[in-house]
């Protein structure tokens, strides 16, 4: 049987423990590749104790061998990203000869983040609730044919100045009595560039070379479906493709390379940052997920509003995706509730609705309709074979299958890798059986 290039994926609004899941999988990979976002995400992995934090860089460099590649449709700030390389450096592992830095990638320049702030500062109560990470503004600047690119670091320095000259002027003029010299910003970009040179290629070419030879990719999504530029809940997302078009755009590679989507889906839900959130919970219920689930922003420490599991959000994202299967995390938070509930579908105004709304105000005002699923007192803690769940455990999993149309193929029970289900005779197991 061939190898399976797959995609890994969020299936809500980010933060569903992918670091995780494809830090499990990745022994079964030859290379990791990140397709888009920044530094905005956070990808959690706990390994034998030792928490790790990673940003940028993805969380198959915890692997040794494993090529993780940073695609042209990431956003890389430079300092985060020599940050995360010092720190894996002082744990001991080493970057050279396995991160390979697209040469397309753009920049997010020292005054991004500054303008992220201050256009979050002008929408007042309407902001977005972003990471602060410069992330829209450097978007912003390459939709608008004015980033500047890995490549550009390395080339030509006049015409490196002239760019960063216009950019700073650029940014002046937003900036009202800004005079911010061009000079120390461009200093600070050509000095990073000689860092990363050494790490910097065609990461399109150099993935196609290890398809050719047989070896096979995992594609990592950050942040999630919801939170997609175009198929998120607009204006409150992100400024990238976090769905699965982005991978081809992102890394240069062909849909026909993506063999498989694994979408990451929480067994409840959360958000970080403003717009709607159908189920969201408030008081004790809600202080109880966010305290037992560590529901805390890995980027920016904000707590993270929690809610029961809605089933519309994965349907929608499963049609998006092409989803084929399901990893399903976390599913431990739930133990010890009396009862569990799964939204189906939500009640409007003008009726009731099944499929995922465009417009913001729609779901603003959108009841979820539930089903009440008795809870479980015995711990799903670290359970690693699914029949060794409680049955109103399984009960609950299986109902989320129905209600989604999508199959658990993984199940996290504890944040460690070893705390996990794999089901047999799942489509995940068929993909890691193909070598
Ligand atoms: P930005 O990506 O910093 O521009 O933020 C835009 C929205 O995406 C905000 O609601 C953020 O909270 C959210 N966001 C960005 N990155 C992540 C992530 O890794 N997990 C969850 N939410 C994120």
Known sequence: MSKTNIAVLGAQWGDEGKGKIVDMLTPHFSAVARYQ?????????YVKGTKFVLHLIPSGILHPGVTCVI?????????????EIDELGRAGIGVDGRLLVSEKAHIILPYHRELDVLSEARRGERKIGTTSRGIGPAYEDKIGRRGIRVCDLLGDRDALAEEVR????????IIKDSTLDWKPVFDQIVAAGERMRPWVTDASLALHRLMADGKNVMFEGAQATLLDIDHGTYPFVTSSNAS??????GLGVPPRAIGGVLGVAKAYTTRVGEGPLPTELSGELADRLRESGQEYGASTGRPRRCGWFDAVVVRYSARINGLDALALTKLDVLDGLSEVLICTGYRTNGGTLNEFPADLRCLAGAEPIYERMPGWSSPTRGVTRFEDLPEEARRYVRRLE?????????????????ETILETGSVVERWLAAR
């Open 71 to 83: 695609g042209n449709g990431v956003v890389i700030d430079p300092q985060a990203l020599f940050a």
């Open 37 to 45: 976002g920044g530094h905005n995400a956070g990808h959690t992995v």
């Open 244 to 249: 699965v078009g982005g991978v081809c755009t």
């Open 402 to 418: 129905e209600v989604t149309g999508v199959d658990c193929a993984i199940i996290s029970t504890g944040s460690d890798r070893t």
């Open 166 to 173: 216009e950019n700073v002027s650029a940014r002046n003029r």
